[in-house]
């Protein structure tokens, strides 16, 4: 499954798009000034692939392509691809005539004007959309209630006419409090992916978290005080899981990051959760943050920096990698920019890092003051990597 938010097009229009290639999201996209028939003529800011950030841009557009042996019929294509990733790309088809065979795309163009949506990415050839869906003015609270109401068993639970507990504005209010403590710490609270809902039953609970179509398996149980699971086969709460009644928290494996949110009791045993995931960068405490709503122990959720700074690299089996790597924190919380590679690092789990450079990948696994890895490029092949902090 992948899938594609984006926004800043026509009226600021978020489109999700679905479909079996991995998973795309967030990307900034405006295509004022972006010549037809020209590729890279505009960054198109960020995208999420996977935990990787990567960079977007626009490819080309053409003019009366016929994409029929293809399945994909003829029209007028745009593509984007991620320019750190150069197997991925995005291509919209819209009908013939969209625009001329020379000049500027149209500045109001409509993504959801694309007749065809196809994707292509690492092992995985070009493929069409399962759906294209207009997500503008959709709340994570939305999403969150949704799946929530899917999750239960017996009905939709959560409504505005339901008893007050289990309102979707009681649910919002009570989800307000602890996203405006971390935002006013400097945490992030994702506003677009992070979202979780489900429901429980005698401690036992299932739902999903993510995109409304990417959906990442919740299951788990709470009560005793201590919360924990398994997120598509990525275990959260293992340093902090706590659950003081209605609210609970849950660290994630990546640097930073975990899960908030709260229950409501729909009959007996039964009831529903809500929530979302926040991320905090080095330097912020949102277990001091949270302290004001969470009556319970929070000890490990603060976040410890143990990779930015200057490190000396070396491979035992790729002799010419003998360089300096410093990481820099990047403004986007939990990401490290690389000059010396034109990288981007992110976590990838407890000390345990995702590099992403041009044709290739590599990842890194920090114990203290010395890193161990393993760097993977059509040019170097694969190389063991030592590296030590400066």
Not at 7 to 22: D, I, K, N, Q, Y
Not at 276 to 289: F, L, M, N
Request: hydrophobic share 40%; aromatic share 8%.
């Amino acid at each position: 499954m992948w899938l594609v938010v984006f926004a800043g097009w026509a009226g600021a229009t978020t489109l999700e798009v679905v479909g079996p290639c991995g998973v795309v999201t967030g990307v900034e996209v405006d295509p004022s000034g972006k010549e037809v028939g020209l590729p890279y003529a505009g960054d198109f800011g960020y995208a999420r692939y996977g935990a990787v950030r990567l960079p977007m841009d626009f490819l080309a557009a053409q003019n009366d392509l016929d994409l029929g042996g293809g399945g994909f019929g003829t029209g007028d294509l745009l593509v984007l691809g991620a320019t750190a990733e150069t197997e991925l790309a995005l291509g919209f088809l819209f009908p013939i005539d969209t625009w001329s065979s020379s000049g500027p795309l149209p500045p109001d163009l409509d993504l959801l004007a694309a007749t065809e949506v196809f994707s292509t990415s690492p092992g995985c050839p070009a493929t069409l959309a399962d759906s294209v869906l207009d997500i503008t003015g959709l709340t994570p609270l939305d999403r969150a209630v949704a799946a929530a109401n899917t999750a239960y068993p017996l009905g939709a639970p959560v409504h505005p006419g339901a008893p007050t507990r289990l309102r979707p504005s009681t649910l919002d209010a009570a989800l307000q409090v602890p996203a405006d403590l971390l935002v006013a710490a400097g945490c992030e609270v994702s506003q677009t992916y992070g979202w979780l809902g489900g429901a429980y039953r005698a401690g036992k609970a299932d739902g999903v978290l993510g995109e409304q179509a990417l959906a990442y398996t919740l299951t788990g149980g709470l009560g005793g005080g201590h919360v924990s699971g398994d997120r598509d086969g990525e275990a959260f709460g293992a340093v902090v899981g706590a659950y003081d009644g209605p609210r609970f928290v849950a660290d994630l494996p990546a640097l930073g990051a975990f899960l908030f949110g709260v229950n409501a009791r729909v009959q007996g045993a039964r009831g529903v959760f809500v929530g979302a995931e926040a991320t905090c960068p080095i330097g912020t405490s949102p277990q001091t943050a949270l302290a004001p709503w969470f009556h319970g122990d929070l000890t490990g959720l603060d976040p410890v920096d143990v990779l930015e700074g200057p490190w000396s690299v070396s491979s035992p089996d790729c002799g010419v990698l003998t360089a300096t790597w410093t990481f820099v924190r990047n403004d986007e919380p939990l990401y490290w920019d690389v000059p010396e590679l034109g990288a981007v690092a992110t976590v990838g789990g407890p000390s345990t890092y995702d590099l992403t450079v041009s044709g290739g990948a590599a990842q890194l696994t920090v114990t203290g003051d010395t890193f161990t890895g393993q760097l993977v490029t059509p040019f170097t092949g694969i190389c063991q990597l030592e590296g030590v902090r400066q």
